[in-house]
């Protein structure tokens, strides 16, 4: 598998990943109904994108075959991916209504998991000492009972992911890991100018 020709073929494929999750999005059921964030497109694609711009081509080559092969099984990984999260959030609901109808995981994948979601972790902290405001704007950083963290939303997406997006993930977390690099810079400084501002520096003072 090799990357994208261009950044206008790698722009294309970040789309039809987005909208495949947005469509996914849409059929996901609330315990409370519909939800708010379930009409908004352009926050949802301002989030998704911005997590794609941290991406290499060959995650994102391999992620768009799990939207589509999920598809075709059936399967709604968005669905499954709140699903996983409440793990976190309510665990007797999830051990009990969830949990028998997630696929099961095996130890190999929950450490891939764990790696990858304490690398993001640290990231978001370092983020959020350089640029608190930001930071505070989102959600709680690590697993706080009852809320959703940043933490327990990595772990429940992560665990949607095949086995082969999960090993181009690690790989790439262990390659940035090495070289110093923080991917939750890429992703915010993304964010922010998506939402027209010049730079994190220009949000964080005008937040």
């Known amino acids: 598998m090799f990357g994208f020709k261009n950044e ?9 990943i987005v909208k495949d999750e947005w469509d996914m999005f849409q ?3 609330n315990i409370g109904g519909r939800a708010g964030c379930q009409n908004d497109w352009n926050t949802f694609y301002i989030m998704r994108a911005s997590q794609y711009s941290a991406w290499n081509d060959l995650m994102l080559k391999s992620y768009a075959k799990d939207l589509k092969d999920a598809a ?5 990984l968005i669905t499954e991916k709140y699903a996983y999260m409440m793990e976190y959030t309510d665990p007797l609901y999830f051990k009990r209504e969830l ?4 696929p099961q995981l095996d ?4 450490n891939m998991v764990e790696e990858i979601s304490w690398y993001l972790v640290d990231c978001e902290k370092e983020l959020a000492k ?6 505070g704007a989102g959600r709680p950083i690590e697993e706080a009972g009852g809320f959703t963290s940043l933490q327990s939303y ?24 090495a070289a110093g690099k ?3 810079f890429t992703v915010q400084d993304t964010t922010v100018k998506m939402y027209g501002y010049a730079s994190m520096e220009d949000a964080e003072r005008k937040l």
Do not use: C, W
């Open 8 to 16: 206008e073929e790698r722009r294309i494929a970040v789309e039809s």
């Open 27 to 29: 059929k996901v059921q």
């Open 72 to 76: 075709e099984q059936g399967r709604n």
């Open 99 to 102: 949990e028998p109808h997630l």
């Open 107 to 110: 130890l190999e994948t929950m």
């Open 130 to 135: 350089a640029f608190p405001k930001l930071a």
């Open 154 to 177: 990595a772990k429940g997406e992560l665990k949607t992911y095949s086995r082969n997006t999960l090993e181009l993930y690690l790989d790439h977390v262990r390659a940035n890991r």
């Open 182 to 184: 923080n991917l939750a």
